[in-house]
C-alpha cells in the first residue's frame, strides 16, 4: 500500500488534472505541505491501532499522511462530490484501508460506522469547526469512545479552546473541552501552507478524553446552555445576567464575569440553574 500511494502523482497535480478548485462555500483551504501534513498524522495517537475519521479530505494530502503513517482503517467524510475522481484514485491505492462517505460531517452519525472507538483526525472547514468540535464533545460526555481528536483550526479557535480563567481567549470552548478532555497545542501552522491562503494562521489541537472528568460531569448539554447565556455578554456581571439568584450560595459575588468563573464553576452553576 505504501508503494501505490507513494506512486501517485502530486495533490496539485491531482487537482489540475481533475479540474478541481478550492470552493469558499465549503471553506476549503487545503494543505499541499508534505512535512506538515505528515507531521499531524503522526501525531495522531495510536493511529495502527484504533480506525481514524478524517472530515473534509478534500484532494486528499491530509488523507494520504494518514495512511502513510500506519493507520490500519480511514474513514473520510467530504461533503464535496467533486472530490471524488481524486477520493476513488486514494482508495484504489489504499489497498482496502480507506472507505469514503460523501455526506455532510454535521448529519453524520458517528456512531454508527461500525466501530467502538476511534479518533478523529481532520484539517476543519473553518465555517463549521466549532460546530463540528461542540458535536464531538457532547458525543463523549454521553459515552461515545472518541479516543483522540488532532484538529486544526484558525490559531484563535485554537486558543480558544486551550485558554483558561482570566486569559483574553477564555470562552465557553474552553470551559465544555477542559470539563471532560484534556487538550494542547500542538504547533502553529502558517498560511503560506494552504491553497489559497487563507488570511489568518492556524494551529494543530490535540483533545484527549479524560475518564475522570467524563464521570464527574452529569450533562454537557447543560453546561452548554449556561456558557451560551453567560459569554454571550461577557462584559456584563454574571447578577445581571441571570437576576434574582443568591450568589452566595456558590461562594459567589454576582458580581463576576463570565471570563472569572472556572469550568468546574460553570458545570455547578449549570446543575442548579438550568
Same mark, same amino acid.
Given at each position: ?11 496539485? /497535480? ?11 462555500? =465549503? ?15 503522526? /501525531? ?13 479530505? &478534500? ?36 489497498? &482496502?484501508?480507506?472507505?469514503?462517505? =460523501? ?6 452519525? =458517528?456512531?454508527?460506522? &461500525? ?49 483558561? $480563567? ?16 484534556? /487538550? ?33 460531569? !452529569?450533562?454537557? /448539554? ?8 453567560? =459569554? ?7 447578577? !445581571?445576567?441571570? $437576576? ?31
Amino acid at each position: 500500500m505504501t508503494d501505490k500511494i507513494l506512486s501517485l502523482p502530486p495533490v496539485s /497535480s491531482m487537482m489540475r488534472d481533475c479540474g478541481l478548485e478550492p470552493k469558499k462555500q =465549503f471553506g476549503q483551504n487545503f494543505l499541499f505541505d508534505l512535512n506538515l501534513t505528515g507531521r499531524i498524522a503522526r /501525531s495522531v495517537p495510536d493511529i495502527d491501532k484504533i480506525p481514524v475519521v478524517e472530515v473534509g479530505p &478534500g484532494p486528499a494530502g491530509l488523507t494520504r499522511a494518514i495512511l502513510m503513517a500506519g493507520a490500519t482503517k480511514v474513514i473520510a467524510i467530504e461533503k464535496d462530490k467533486t472530490t471524488q475522481p481524486i477520493l476513488s484514485q486514494i482508495i484504489e491505492a489504499s489497498d &482496502g484501508k480507506l472507505d469514503v462517505i =460523501f455526506d455532510d460531517a454535521l448529519r453524520v452519525d =458517528f456512531s454508527k460506522l &461500525g466501530f467502538k472507538e476511534y479518533a478523529i483526525c481532520a484539517n476543519l472547514p473553518y465555517n463549521v469547526g466549532t460546530e463540528l468540535l461542540i458535536g464531538w464533545l457532547q458525543k463523549i460526555a454521553n459515552g461515545e469512545q472518541i479516543k483522540s481528536l488532532t484538529l486544526m483550526f484558525q490559531k484563535e479557535v485554537a486558543l480558544r479552546i486551550t485558554s483558561h $480563567p482570566g486569559d483574553e481567549h477564555y470562552g465557553r470552548l474552553a470551559v465544555l473541552t477542559s470539563l471532560i478532555a484534556d /487538550s494542547k497545542i500542538l504547533f502553529d501552522v502558517p498560511n503560506t501552507a494552504f491553497v489559497p491562503r487563507p488570511k489568518v494562521q492556524s494551529a494543530v489541537v490535540q483533545i484527549i478524553p479524560n475518564a475522570d472528568k467524563i464521570a464527574a460531569i !452529569s450533562d454537557l /448539554s447543560k453546561i452548554e446552555k449556561i456558557t451560551a447565556k453567560l =459569554f454571550g455578554q461577557r462584559r456584563k456581571m454574571i447578577r !445581571s445576567i441571570i $437576576p434574582n439568584i443568591d450568589w452566595k450560595q456558590f461562594g459567589l459575588t454576582g458580581t463576576e464575569r463570565a471570563e472569572n468563573l472556572s469550568p468546574e464553576m460553570f458545570a455547578i452553576l449549570a446543575q442548579n440553574l438550568i
